[in-house]
């Protein structure tokens, strides 16, 4: 650090602000450390770091699976923003349980944690390590937990009013796992604007999220007008079912997904919608939790990412 000052013919401590990426620093000057920097071949030691700042600039993103579009495409986001703000992420698995991955961070010295979607739900109960700081993608209500998620209720809402619309006498619901906030939010939407419309809701089918669910609901939904399902994978599941049934999308029966995947629009017949915003979600809890680990005030509540009705060919 001291030969990038001599050469850039500033101070330790300027030094020290770029590499810290502290804003007190005029951009001529930071330029101009930066090819001192680039010239000499200087990166800074994390490690050496850690130990003059109390903070490893690593942050834990735990996920109970990478196999569901939600989860790779946040994680992807994360890591983006991470290397953005010079920070490291590790990525545990709560396989064996949250309060596991949360002991396997920290024995990595983590600043704090991301903890996504289905994960969430095991967090309250969890043990957490003392000053690990949270935010939780979909935290369940009430958990005491910093958290970011998106408009569950909205988007069901928007879907089941979507097909009443189009005159169907009501929406069957193809709901995710009974344990995920996601899934009790987008039921709850379901529920409430059948209910405002003073349709008797009918009876729930219960997936786990993937194709292979949609296809299995494909009889308990043989007689359906119109179906909302809790993601894309079981809507793609369910159109085999149908079509595997002689039954005609849209013609016979509409179905609307939830995520709005990147092969959505691809489907046969193309899918209708919610869009869900996995980019703003994952950048939204890493912003937080990075406020939180450099001492800002992060006592708003929960942040919402508003979701947002696309309208293709699967509904009529």
């Known amino acids: 650090m001291a030969m990038v000052a001599a050469r850039a013919g500033v101070s330790g401590q300027t030094v020290s602000r770029v ?104 967090v309250p109960s969890a043990a957490r390590p003392a000053g690990l700081r949270l935010v939780v993608v979909d935290a369940p209500a009430g958990a005491g937990l910093d958290g970011v998620h998106s408009d569950h209720v909205g988007g069901a809402a928007a879907a089941t009013a979507h097909l009443l619309a189009l005159g169907h006498p009501t929406v069957h619901h193809l709901a995710g796992p009974a344990d995920s906030f996601a899934a009790a939010e987008r039921e709850r939407g379901w529920r409430e604007t059948l209910e405002a419309a003073g349709i008797a809701p009918p009876p729930v089918v219960r997936g786990d999220w993937s194709a292979d669910a949609g296809f299995d609901a494909g009889g308990a939904l043989a007689a ?7 993601n894309d994978q079981m809507a793609l599941g369910l159109l085999r ?68 009705l696309v309208e293709r060919a699967s509904t009529r």
């Open 19 to 122: 590499v810290n990426d502290s804003p007190r620093v005029d951009p001529a000057t930071r330029e101009r450390v930066e090819k001192a920097m680039a010239d000499l071949g200087y990166r800074p030691h994390r490690a050496a770091r850690a130990l003059r700042t109390g903070r490893s600039h690593t942050i834990g993103l735990v996920v109970t699976t990478l196999a569901t579009v939600g989860n790779s495409r946040m994680l992807q986001a994360t890591a983006e923003a991470a290397a953005e703000r010079g920070y490291a992420l590790t990525v545990v698995t709560a396989s064996g349980g949250v309060a596991d991955a949360f002991e396997r961070l920290a024995e990595q010295e983590v600043d704090g944690a991301i903890v996504l979607n289905e994960a969430s739900a095991q």
């Open 241 to 308: 079912a149908l079509a595997e049934s002689g039954r005609r999308v849209p013609e016979d029966v509409s179905v609307i997904g939830f995520d709005d995947v990147p092969d959505a629009a691809n489907y046969r017949p193309p899918l209708t919608t919610i869009r869900q915003d996995f980019t703003a979600l994952a950048r939204r809890a890493f912003d937080a939790l990075v406020a939180g680990i450099e001492g800002a005030d992060t006592s708003s509540g929960d942040a919402v990412i508003p979701t947002t």
């Open 224 to 230: 359906a007008s119109a179906v909302f399902c809790a």
